[in-house]
């Protein structure tokens, strides 16, 4: 049964729906009216939206009249064809109503199967919700949970392999407990703050050691701190600051950390910098024949308090607002010219002190203390002899370099690294060219000017400018024929007579970054053929990539490479400095006049 909707068009009742086959066409739009036929085939419907019709049972209207269906399988059957879509056909279009459940499959076709209620939507989202909380809490206390352990296991760490750890590491983790002391103190003490690179260190040791012997005071001396970041000079309170918090006590569980494990953000900069002792470095058993020297693993204030029981009332602190504020002279009139230095403190005035402790900030500078004593300016010169180096491995490694050689060779010690000499680097280089050529080959100034235009940019203004300050032309300090090299030679030996002398092994001692190419030494490679470097003897280095600090079992490989490097340029048979330079100065005065340099 069917009836006219008010469009003119038919709606169906329960009783218009049929069943029919499926048929490939598909009704997609409605917007033509259609003519069904009379067959008696019956609707098939696919899904909600689907709607088949066999294409035999379609007919467009001619007349543009309404489309009908024609009933011809009675009413429908409840729990059958209740499953099966209602159609109704207007002019123009067409809806199609699906039902709410699915058909049946034919397994379950003719049974009496219970529907279950969909969820409400709401009750669906709100499931998924908590779902969702209770996997978020689970993930929040397994994090947790691990980060605890972690942190709270990082210093019980298992050593498989204890092998791969120094077997002395008991005993370098107990070096901080107490300090070295020569023998029983005064009760008196001299303490400074050291800064910078190594040989700034050096110079305040020997500055500190000369006045806590002229005060009668026990030296507290820190330990050698060797790295590539420096402490710089800041006035004294941020001094002391700095030098406290690059100390590492208490982080000696560091060296423990197996390399597969993080860091811990305490150790992160461990490896940057180590400490050694001042013993480890140079033999000091005239000195302290003489005063009395305690070696301190740290420079930390309390710690010091609390080794040496000493109060803060029973400090004279004498803070330093600048690097060369305060000069040291050991007599009551001192000297009306401080060149450099802002203020004289004499040393009767020190010696006058009370307090237990006198603490001084910086010492550095090879004129801090203005002396004019006999007895004192004597013993600077056994402070300063005492200052060569000692160590016996690094020794050896330099005795196995320049026995390679197998003959003499001459040295040139270029300072280029920081400050001053970096910005100076080119006429730095110019002018220890020269000098080597001059002062130690023995070229005449024609000589030199000619193969600065052959193997140099051109001739400089040397050649133009006088030259007085050079001296007078030495003669030649080798013969013009040299036995063979051990070592290979990086270009061609010189074959005319009078450049022969430049085929001299040439070693050179620098800071400079990959100095077998650094264009700023290209005038010296053109120069010499037999030029080396450090980095060309790696098999003769191989010792010293297990050596450790006594300090914080740091490596001291790339550290001690410096020692090594100011050994091989002591040792040779002449030796060019860096003018300027307090590293070059020791290296002539010290390393070269103690390896028997002054008598080559």
Request: proline content about 7%.
């Amino acid at each position: 049964m069917s009836k006219t909707n008010a469009n003119g068009g038919e709606s169906c009742f329960a009783e218009d729906k049929f069943r029919v086959d499926f048929s490939p066409l598909r009704i997609q739009k409605a917007d033509i009216p259609w003519r069904f036929g009379g067959h008696d085939k019956a609707l098939r419907w696919l899904g909600r939206n689907d709607l088949y019709i066999p294409s035999e049972s379609v007919q467009r209207g001619a007349s543009g009249g309404i489309g009908k269906i024609n009933s011809g399988s009675g009413p429908l059957r409840p729990g059958r064809d209740a499953f099966y879509p209602c159609v109704s056909l207007e002019r123009g279009n067409y809806r199609m109503r699906g039902p709410n459940t699915r058909p049946l499959p034919p397994l379950f076709q003719g049974q009496v199967i219970t529907t279950p209620r969909p969820m409400p939507r709401q009750k669906r989202q709100d499931r998924h919700l908590m779902f969702l909380l209770v996997l978020l809490a689970l993930c929040c206390l397994t994090c947790f949970s691990i980060a605890y352990y972690l942190f709270s296991t990082r210093w019980a760490i298992r050593v498989e392999n204890q092998s791969s750890f120094p077997a002395n590491l008991n005993a370098q983790a107990n070096v901080s407990e107490e300090p070295a002391c020569t023998f029983n103190t005064s009760g008196k003490y001299l303490a400074y703050l050291p800064h910078s690179g190594f040989h700034n260190q050096r110079i305040a040791f020997e500055n500190a050691l000369l006045l806590a012997h002229a005060l009668h005071r026990t030296l507290l001396v820190p330990p050698i701190r060797l790295g590539n970041k420096p402490i710089r000079y800041v006035e004294y309170d941020t001094l002391s600051q700095y030098i406290e918090l690059s100390d590492k006590e208490g982080l000696k569980h560091c060296p423990q950390v197996p390399p597969y494990i993080s860091r811990p953000a305490e150790c992160l900069h461990y490896f940057e910098s180590a400490y050694v002792p001042w013993t480890w470095l140079v033999d000091l058993s005239t000195p302290a024949s003489r005063q009395t020297i305690c070696h301190l693993p740290t420079m930390s204030r309390s710690w010091i308090a609390a080794t040496f029981d000493i109060s803060p009332s029973e400090t004279y602190t004498l803070r330093d607002k600048s690097p060369y504020q305060f000069r040291f002279v050991d007599n009551d009139q001192g000297s009306l010219n401080r060149g450099k230095y802002l203020e004289d403190m004499h040393i009767s005035q020190l010696g006058a002190l009370t307090e237990k402790l006198v603490q001084i900030g910086t010492l550095f500078g090879t004129s801090r203390l203005y002396l004019e004593n006999r007895d004192n300016l004597a013993y600077r010169k056994v402070i300063r002899q005492s200052m060569a180096f000692a160590n016996q491995e690094l020794s050896n490694v330099a005795t196995s370099i320049a026995q390679a050689f197998e003959r003499p060779y001459i040295s040139l010690h270029l300072r280029s690294g920081d400050g001053l000499f970096q910005s100076k680097i080119a006429h730095t280089v110019n002018a220890t060219w020269w000098r080597t050529l001059h002062d130690v080959i023995g070229l005449s100034i024609a000589e030199i000017c000619h193969l600065e235009a052959t193997v140099g940019s051109g001739p400089s203004s040397a050649c133009t400018d006088d030259l007085s300050d050079l001296g007078t032309t030495p003669s030649s300090l080798y013969s013009s024929r040299t036995p063979n090299l051990g070592l290979k030679c990086r270009g061609n030996e010189y074959t005319v007579e009078q450049y022969m002398p430049l085929n001299i092994p040439l070693y050179v001692a620098t800071d400079l970054p990959t100095p077998q190419t650094h264009p700023q030494l290209s005038i010296f490679r053109r120069t010499f053929p037999c030029m080396f470097f450090l980095g060309d003897f790696r098999p003769q280095l191989r010792p010293l990539q297990d050596l450790q600090s006594t300090y914080d079992s740091v490596n001291m490989y790339e550290f001690s490479l410096p020692f090594v490097d100011a050994l091989v340029a002591g040792k040779a048979l002449r030796i060019v400095g860096t003018d300027g330079s307090t590293f070059s100065k020791f290296v002539g005065d010290i390393l070269w006049a103690s390896d028997g340099g002054a008598s080559h």
